[in-house]
């Protein structure tokens, strides 16, 4: 072998001796994926390229009680275990979101969202694809997690569960997180119900006993003139005049919609109203987090709205733009900016943006599909990338400020 011997470090792998580099397809991938990130928005978290059959879904991001951050997504996908007893990858940060380090992995736990309640971290989601409603805690940030064996250790609801990381929301003394179940697995959308479940805050959460859980509310494919596919993804949501709602991405062709479900105050019953239920929301065809900002006295939400230019019957896969919306009473809503974009609808997206209020800043882990050097995203949806991104200034944006021109995109 003639020439100097090249060095290569693969994280996790070790030290690989290879003289020959360029036929060594695996470094080759490495060093190609690698370059590739500097294209990706954001800083990268993690990446599973597409022809690994393992994609990154349900991204959630909460700031620990001393500031570091921590983040999470599930892996699902043909050669994921999303059915069986899918995993959650598990991240922190201790420099405001410039590098993350991952901490754990969780096996079985999956659509997941992570909260910090009286100082410690929990993530509550279900065990698998339609399965069992399940949370765990964490007394370390993240490293290690509790185990829910059964009713008083984090097994809350045996069935066939959905949700997404939505809103864990304090009120009245009460957590309260919107869910859905299925009453047919094989199907998606209409068969899902919406339900809400609250539990004190002084309760202990790893106890079933501590949850009360509504009815379970059906949709009908006669609403919006026969063009209702399901509802799903509720936010837990305090009114202004301090009423609990769930509000729920609605699927339908055009999109542009979100349903308003009452919660009675007891945490026992939830109802919906056809006549006065629905607010034209931009992106509702699409998974969205909601959260008050005392300051701003306004509503704020990360969404997929789709501009004029990309309008058409399909709104559910378009997911190319991300937006800052906001709403004073929660049925109004404006677009304030367009924070990322990619022309590209078809494997190209932004989207379930979990984030947080940072200060004046906005900071969010997005589950996104974009170029990686080894043939990008299977599609807009089969996400290969966890990115994090912080938006300064959020109050203060408009659509002037959006990183597209917006009479590109049919805006004014």
Not at 27 to 35: G, I, M, N, P
Request: glycine share 12%.
């Amino acid at each position: 072998m003639g020439g100097p011997v090249k060095l290569i470090v693969i994280p996790g792998k070790g030290h690989q001796v290879c003289p020959e580099f360029f036929e060594c397809q695996e470094l080759v991938d490495f060093v190609t994926a690698h370059a590739g990130r500097s294209q990706v928005p954001g800083v990268v978290i993690d990446h599973s390229p597409a022809s690994s059959g393992i994609y990154i879904g349900s991204p959630s991001i909460a700031i620990l009680p001393g500031g570091d951050y921590v983040a999470s997504h599930d892996l699902f996908g043909p050669k994921s275990t999303e059915h069986t007893r899918a995993v959650t990858r598990v991240f922190r940060s201790a420099d405001k979101g410039q590098t993350w380090k991952q901490v754990a992995d969780i096996d079985g736990q999956f659509w997941s969202t992570l909260f910090v309640h009286r100082g410690e971290l929990y993530i509550l989601g279900t065990l698998a694809h339609y399965g069992n409603a399940v949370i765990r805690r964490s007394k370390d940030g993240g490293r290690t997690w509790t185990e829910p064996k059964d009713n008083s250790s984090g097994l809350l609801l045996a069935g066939r569960y959905h949700c997404a990381p939505a809103p864990i929301v304090v009120y009245g003394g009460r957590l309260w997180r919107g869910m859905e179940d299925t009453t047919e697995p094989r199907r998606w959308g209409l068969p899902f119900r919406a339900m809400m479940m609250s539990a004190p805050v002084d309760a202990d959460l790893l106890r079933a006993e501590s949850w009360t859980c509504t009815n379970r509310l059906s949709g009908d494919s006669n609403w919006l003139g026969g063009k209702f596919n399901g509802w799903l993804e509720g936010n837990a949501i305090v009114t202004p005049d301090g009423r609990v709602v769930d509000i729920l991405r609605v699927d339908c062709p055009e999109g542009g919609r979100a349903a308003v479900l009452e919660v009675g105050g007891d945490g026992r019953s939830i109802s919906f109203n056809p006549k006065t239920g629905w607010i034209d929301f931009p992106g509702g065809a699409k998974k969205f987090t909601i959260r008050y900002d005392a300051e701003s006295k306004r509503y704020w939400s990360l969404t997929n709205y789709i501009p004029p230019k990309h309008r058409g019957p399909r709104a559910g896969s378009v997911r190319n733009a991300l937006a800052l919306t906001s709403s004073g009473d929660l049925r109004t809503w404006q677009v304030n900016c367009i924070l990322l974009y990619h022309p590209d609808v078809a494997r190209h997206g932004f989207q379930y943006p979990d984030w947080q209020f940072d200060g004046a800043e906005i900071v969010a882990a997005i589950r996104t599909a974009y170029d990686d050097g080894l043939g990008g995203a299977r599609n807009a949806h089969d996400a290969n990338y966890l990115t994090f991104h912080r938006f300064r200034g959020f109050r203060r944006l408009t659509l002037a400020d959006s990183v597209v021109n917006c009479k590109d995109l049919g805006l004014e």
